[in-house]
């Protein structure tokens, strides 16, 4: 298991620091907002039409009746019972005329399970709408991070403690983001059929999280973490913005921050004097290109009180 680390980062663009440093808060976006549009998108695997759901359950259910062996640990299962005396009475010659037969005797099985899909897709939308997502990096030399996120080296990366007691802006139960060729889905075809014999038990709310907590490979560079948080309906309806969550932070749970190698000299100390007003006992640190590596030397130019 990954262990957490002490400081996690919040890199952003010169403008957005600004802000961070004068109002003391960090933005949580609205899913809505990242970057990526795949994981808001993961409800289309809950959107299974009637016939294909169908003929899948039917061409595996008549293929349990003619298998050497069945897989069911649970034998209280209404077609679970039906499997086992189609089979003790041999009921159908082929698994042909079985799943013609069974097309007919599944539909009430497939408007059941359909209407569990639509529950489930009304909870995937309440969590869309009430989720609220800080995004961070586990290191202040991140050159990915310093590129994509901070304006091409010309922003700052706050460092944060991670977890900090009394703090509700702060990073919360941080998890690693994991990098994939596939995405995650809600549910598949085979997750269905498993649900509707219980084999096991369809459980797509538990995989909500994980549908933000997985990237593209392409993305791996940035080692990024998440730190997700639900709110309640009411701090959802008195937000300004339906497109994210301002959240205090205490000057405590701010430990450093680091300049970016391209910021200009003019702003580079006007950055400087605002932290060292706004935010007394931060450490300040100031990113320079390493002369022989595409890397940055981090050097500590002032200590905070």
């Known amino acids: 298991m990954t262990s957490i680390p002490a400081i996690l980062y919040k890199y952003a663009d010169l403008e957005t620091a600004d802000k961070i440093i004068q109002s003391k808060t960090l933005r949580w976006l609205s899913p809505y907002q990242l970057p990526e549009p795949f994981a808001v998108n993961s409800a289309k695997s809950l959107m299974i039409k009637d016939d294909i759901l169908t003929e899948a359950l039917a061409k595996f259910v008549a293929s349990m009746i003619f298998t050497h062996s069945l897989p069911f640990k649970d034998t209280t299962n209404p077609i679970v019972k039906a499997i086992i005396r189609w089979r003790s009475t041999d009921r159908f010659d082929s698994e042909e005329e079985a799943r013609s037969v069974l097309t007919d005797l599944l539909q009430s099985t497939i408007i059941k399970q359909q209407e569990k899909n639509q529950e489930m897709l009304e909870h995937w939308d309440y969590y869309l709408d009430h989720l609220r997502i800080l995004s961070l990096g586990d290191k202040p030399d991140n050159l990915a991070l310093w590129q994509n996120h901070a304006n091409n080296h010309c922003g700052v990366a706050f460092g944060f403690d991670v977890d900090a007691q009394h703090d509700d802006g702060a990073p919360q139960k941080p998890a690693k983001v994991k990098y994939a060729d596939q995405r995650p889905v809600l549910t598949d075809m085979r997750a269905q059929i498993e649900d509707i014999l219980a084999i096991r038990r369809l459980e797509p709310q538990n995989m909500f999280a994980t549908q933000f907590l997985v990237k593209s490979k392409t993305a ?59 935010l007394p006992s931060t450490d300040i640190y100031s990113c320079t290109p390493n002369m022989n590596q595409f890397s940055l030397k981090l050097e500590k130019i002032h200590s905070g009180k």
């Not at 701090?235 to 205090?248: G, I």
Request: proline content about 3%; charged content about 30%; hydrophobic content about 35%.
């Open 220 to 278: 791996i560079t940035e080692q990024e973490w998440r730190c997700l948080r639900v709110l309640p309906e009411q701090q959802v309806l008195q937000a300004e913005e339906k497109t994210h969550n301002d959240f205090t932070f205490n000057d405590e749970s701010l430990k450093r921050v680091y300049i970016g190698a391209a910021i200009p000299s003019d702003d580079k100390i006007k950055l400087i004097n605002s932290i060292k007003e706004q």
